[in-house]
């Protein structure tokens, strides 16, 4: 059943209220939205001051049928709106001054979904301020007691997860939830200001780079997603090809499903729909090509690296689906795919350092990509390096081959090493690149680090042979993200052990690490309760020292047999590491600082500087007080007044003579209706009263009697307190 809501407006905003009342219509079926122009003396209703008698006297004049009214007059409290019983008021008021990026289209279609939760709620709006957020976190239940950060919400394109699971609590049904949610999504696509130049339909929401990290594929005997035995014999009878997962489409249903997830902030979700690397860490065939395997479709491949081909070309064709929506550029296998060898890559029968033990490999990365870089090469040269542009920014990846060990005895194989030579050939790769590299990503096989939860025996093994050297190395070069497989067991953290010498300074970065579990090795190949996993990585692409640079979904197959209509589900989101600013940038900035600040002096200039201020303020000052405010939806009720600076004799540099003041005109913001304020009454220290929920800056202009004029500032806050 559809719910009607009727929508009045100012006529001055007409074209963008019918704007969002149409693209509300057609992405939810839950209510439709009916625009009526027949609303009589709105003006005259709208100029009443308090909101509270606004909304009475809307509702006198209407039926019992939800409503929404849009206006430009603005409320004396600053809010963006109000709601009463069926009624809800937005007001334009000011939003084109808060720099939102945004336009009045998505500001409306934002306020008019907080207008329809309130009606689905059915609750007055005081008793929805537990559900606020304030400080915002971008949420559409963000207080903003700071305007600007409606930014936030709009650009979150969701409901928080803990706003999304209190209203399905509170029996909100899911319909409305997602449809609510579809409305939002609309706002986060907006074009802004910023996406003007850009060619695409818009900007991508995120300034993060996508990463599809998998490992561990083991295609052949040990593929969880092979057909099942279903007769022994000397003609055996295996599961239909028909009911075989299709590992592509597991995938691919799974971004999707990340894409369109309700909970998940839309920075998140472009993740999914903009895939820009796959990075595949390793294991991608369980005997290096060399074992016959089942063929997983009719008439398919039985080679276990041609199985594997399918399998990436089949997943570029689905993210690229996905980046064709979000009117992104298509990626390439050569491009955008990084791929290392594990050590079920290699042929371990063949001569040490032949380059037969990777032949299989070559020939897997040949298909893929049609690149011959690997054939009759030496084993150390297999590395995988490539800068990528994205959006501008300049990615540097490097992928070692760690499993050129040649050591007896032979579980000494699955140690893994990454040699000198590699490091060597890393460095002269990092010295031929450009100078501007916004993030380098390190990619091998093995593990660098002793891991608890995989503690074994003395007959086996933690983390490769000179892993120290490896991770030191790569701090010292400043690599931001390190990727592996090998052990099965999904696990992320930040690396920030340095040597005493590199305490102190920025010289070596923390690498946030992620082991990737295995995408699809059977369960007898698995840790203990451990499920098949993959992730998807974001890394930003410009360093920001207030947010982490890297976040991980993880997402998990469920473990056990019964596979037919499963699919990947949420396993946990991360965010990790801290970005620093080098000395270099922090040396810039401080320069910047320099030649922007003016050249006050020192000493006895900065007195004489001091006793001119106050003679060309007549010896007044500004000053604010206030306290918490008894009135609804308040914070603080404040005082700002002038008050006169009493001087010593003694101070000779000080001699003030007291000017008298005519009047006072206090600007404080274009968000409260009546600003800049005129106060003639000298009692109080012309003294002004305002109600607000955050702080601002006020700007007092001083006249005097003898005709002169002078301006103060005082930053509003409400951060005094006893020391």
Not at 84 to 112: A, D, E, K, W
Not at 165 to 194: C, F, Q, W
């Amino acid at each position: 059943m559809t719910t009607e809501i009727l929508v009045y407006f100012h006529p001055e905003v007409q074209i963008p209220v019918q704007e969002a009342v149409s693209l509300i219509n057609e992405v939810q079926r839950s209510w439709h939205l009916k625009v009526d122009e027949s609303l009589p003396d709105m003006k005259i209703i709208i100029n009443e001051c308090n909101p509270h008698i606004l909304i009475s006297n809307i509702g006198k004049s209407i039926s019992q049928r939800p409503v929404i009214y849009i206006t430009q007059e603005s409320f004396n409290d600053s809010w963006f709106s109000h709601e009463f019983q069926n009624i809800s008021v937005i007001s334009t008021y000011g939003f084109t001054y808060l720099g939102t990026g945004f336009p009045l289209v998505s500001y409306i279609m934002y306020q008019m979904a907080q207008s329809i939760l309130f009606f689905v709620i059915g609750k007055n709006e005081h008793d929805l301020f537990h559900l606020c957020h304030d400080p915002a976190i971008g949420c559409l239940s963000d207080l903003c007691s700071y305007k600007p950060e409606i930014r936030l919400g709009m650009a979150a394109g969701a409901l928080c997860p803990r706003c999304y699971e209190t209203l399905n609590n509170l029996g909100i049904h899911e319909k409305y939830l997602a449809d609510l949610t579809r409305i939002l999504n609309i706002v986060a696509r907006s074009p802004n200001a910023a996406d003007a130049s850009n060619s695409l339909p818009y900007k991508r929401k995120s300034d993060m780079i996508s990463i599809l990290h998998i490992s561990d594929l083991h295609f052949g005997s040990s593929f969880r997603f092979q057909p099942r035995m279903i007769k022994s014999g000397p003609t055996p009878v295996f599961q239909p090809y028909g009911d075989l997962i299709n590992l592509t489409e597991l995938i691919g249903s799974d971004l999707e499903r990340i894409a369109t997830d309700s909970q998940l902030p839309v920075e998140l979700r472009m993740l999914a729909s903009c895939v820009d690397i796959i990075v595949i860490s390793g294991d991608i065939s369980n005997s290096g090509g060399r074992d016959v395997a089942l063929p997983l479709r009719k008439d398919g491949p039985v080679d276990e690296y041609e199985q594997a081909t399918e399998f990436l070309n089949g997943l570029i064709c689905k993210i690229n689906s996905l980046r064709e929506s979000e009117g992104l550029l298509p990626i390439a296998a050569g491009d955008r795919i990084v791929a290392v060898p594990g050590n079920h890559d290699v042929n371990w029968d063949t001569p040490s350092n032949s380059s037969d033990r990777f032949l299989g490999f070559a020939k897997f990365w040949h298909r893929l990509t049609g690149s011959r870089d690997y054939f009759d090469c030496n084993p150390n040269e297999i590395m995988d390096r490539k800068v990528i542009n994205i959006d501008g920014s300049q990615i540097a990846i490097v992928g070692f081959n760690s499993c050129t060990i040649t050591s007896e005895p032979v579980q000494l194989r699955n140690i893994g090493m990454v040699e000198d030579s590699q490091l060597a050939f890393c460095e002269r790769f990092l010295e031929g690149v450009p100078d501007l590299i916004d993030r380098k990503i390190a990619v091998f096989h093995h593990h660098p680090i002793y891991i608890p939860a995989l503690a074994a025996g003395v007959e086996d093994y933690d983390a490769m042979l000179q892993a120290g050297k490896l991770l030191s190395y790569l701090q010292e070069q400043k690599f931001d993200l390190i990727l592996h497989g090998h052990k099965h067991y999904p696990i992320e953290w930040v690396h920030n052990m340095k040597p005493y010498e590199a305490s102190g300074h920025d010289n070596w970065s923390e690498p946030v690490i992620v082991s990737g579990g295995s995408l699809s090795v059977g369960k007898k190949n698995l840790p203990s309760s451990v499920p098949n996993t993959y992730q998807l990585i974001g890394v930003r692409k410009t360093r920001d020292s207030l947010r982490s640079p890297c976040v991980v979904i993880r997402r998990k197959f469920p473990r056990g047999d019964e596979l037919y209509g499963a699919h990947f589900e949420h396993d946990q989101v991360t965010h990790l590491g801290k970005d620093s600013l080098s000395q270099s940038e922090r040396n810039k900035r401080l320069a910047d600082l320099i030649n922007l600040a003016s050249p006050i002096g020192t000493g006895e200039s900065m007195h004489q500087d001091r006793s001119k201020r106050y003679q060309e303020s007549g010896g007044w000052m500004i000053v604010h007080r206030y306290r918490s405010s008894n009135e609804p939806d308040q914070n603080y009720d404040i005082s700002i007044y002038l008050i006169k600076k009493k001087f010593k004799k003694e101070n000779k540099m000080l001699e003030i003579k007291h000017k008298e003041v005519e009047f006072v005109i206090y600007a404080v913001g274009e968000l409260w209706s009546g600003s800049p304020f005129k106060v003639t009454n000298p009692k109080n220290g012309f003294e002004l009263k305002l109600s607000a929920y955050g702080p601002f800056l006020c700007v007092a202009e001083v006249h005097f009697q003898d005709n002169s004029t002078c301006r103060l500032e005082r930053f509003i806050d409400f951060e005094m307190v006893n020391l």
